[in-house]
């Protein structure tokens, strides 16, 4: 068992795809009884979300999922080598950004970087999508 937020977590079961991320067959439990769950994680163990989401993700936009910080066990932003872009996404919205991507006024991101903000470079998309992600999150 692992506690992982205040829920005591049991994977039942692991099924692992060549496209990069794994399934696992969990109950979680937070002291009313244990629920049964399916959730996606990379193969290092950070958690993806929901199976759907896992396969958008990784298989169909290509997109190789990461954790915005080292503390964080959640992935919300991800590189797609095939597009030149970083993108970020909560349950709520996915966005993807690249060089040339610049920060309007009313955009999510404008919240933590100045508006004008141009990505120059992919180091830049991928703080737009940091800040993208963490706007929607």
Partial sequence: MTPTNGFEVVTLKVRRYAAGYELRYETWDHGEGPVPITAAYTPAGDYIGNPRDAYFLVVKKGIAPEKIARESNVCSIG?????????GWSHRAIFGFGIGARVKKGDCAAESLKVGFTAK?????????????RSVS
């Fill in 79 to 87: 590189y797609c080598k095939r597009e030149w872009k970083w993108y």
């Fill in 121 to 133: 470079t992919l180091a830049d998309a991928k703080r737009i999508a940091v800040a993208f992600a």
